[in-house]
């Protein structure tokens, strides 16, 4: 029987790429489906005689953000409290961990067989940061550039998703 945790994060994962095929079949008119979930990739995606896949990776703010929200999404588990702060610097260590988390993803040797199969994927990056705003992406940017990325041309684009009223946003990213 999978833990808890385990079933939140495939939750999740399953969420985020409802978002991708949902923002797909808007912004292509494309028909996209799930078709299969190896996991490895999260998602198999289909539209007509096109077949894509789709890997997620959650971005959050810092680890005791992590554990808050985990803990109390998690049937069973006591909630731990992000903490009292002081909290400083706060959008240049989420942009860290969101360029982190992306770059390992891009650089993922794993992925070379997705791709070999049908074609560079898509990577969704579940932002988990509640002070985003615009001063937070310029912080993305300037992180990104900071260091070097090997990318194994797996992924054809990387979507952002962010809470927003009501609900969620779906944004094309291209580190620029």
Known sequence: ???PRSLIKEKHE?????????????????????VAEPDPP??????????????VVTAFWNEAYARDLNS?????ETHVCVGKGPFMDMDHEFASKFVIAVKSKMEK??????????GPGYLVASIQYPFLDA??????REEWHRGQV????CFRSIYVTFRANPGYRVVRWKPE
């Open 1 to 3: 029987m999978p833990n």
């Open 14 to 34: 399953r969420y985020q790429v409802g978002l991708l095929v949902d923002e797909l079949n808007r912004r292509h008119r494309s028909t996209y489906q799930v």
């Open 42 to 55: 999260e998602a198999i995606i289909r539209s007509g005689r096109t077949t894509r896949w789709a890997e």
């Open 72 to 76: 109390y999404a998690t049937p069973g």
């Open 109 to 118: 040797k794993g992925y070379v067989p997705f791709r070999e199969q049908y």
């Open 135 to 140: 001063h937070t992406f310029e912080c993305i």
């Open 150 to 153: 090997n990318d194994l041309g």
